[in-house]
């Protein structure tokens, strides 16, 4: 059973006193689960936006297009890296950002775009790297939240997979 599993393997942590980084922390980094190349384990999904941000080499006075119709941690891990969050409306069928609003809102201070996938529905990934290519923009989106992970994964291609890797 499940729950029987993760019980085990929290015990075996809490037993090694090791709650950063450690042999379960490499297990998870090394499994591959989502297809990527490389895989960081972080403590939460506020954290794992802005180091993905980071790597996308988002830094102040950058912008960056998000959807409004998120959790505030969207918008605040680009306030983070010194960058403004630049909204675009959402596609009210799918109620996730709107690819086809996206070209308006770019600037010369454009460098990535951070969809978020809501309600187990991705947003509309193919057009949106289709559209980032265009402009040479790097698309950042972390499935942090684990209600939806598991559906978005379980696209084919995984979700994950079709962001551009940076
Ligand atoms: C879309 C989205 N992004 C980011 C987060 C932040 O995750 P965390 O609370 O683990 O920092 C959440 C949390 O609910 C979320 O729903």
């Known amino acids: 059973m499940l729950q029987e599993e993760i019980t085990a393997v929290l015990n075996e942590v809490i037993a090694s006193g090791q709650f950063i980084l450690g042999e379960h922390v490499k297990l998870v980094e090394e499994a591959n689960l989502c297809g990527a190349k490389y895989g960081i384990g972080v403590g939460n999904g506020s954290d794992a936006l802005y180091l993905a941000l980071l790597a996308c080499g988002v830094g102040p006075g ?30 009210p069928k799918t109620y996730n950002i709107d690819p086809e609003l996206i070209a308006s809102k770019i600037t010369s201070q454009t460098k990535a775009l951070l969809p978020v996938h809501l309600y187990e529905q991705p947003a509309e990934m193919d057009r949106i ?20 992970r598991q559906k978005l994964l379980s696209c084919q291609p995984p979700v994950h997979n079709r962001c551009q890797r940076p």
């Open 129 to 148: 790297i289709e559209i980032a290519d265009q402009h040479n923009l790097k698309v950042s989106c972390p499935i942090s939240d684990p209600l939806h």
């Open 62 to 91: 950058d912008e960056v297009i998000t959807t409004p119709f998120t959790f505030f941690a969207t918008a605040g891990s680009i306030v983070r890296t010194g960058a403004n969050p630049v909204f675009v409306d959402i596609d």
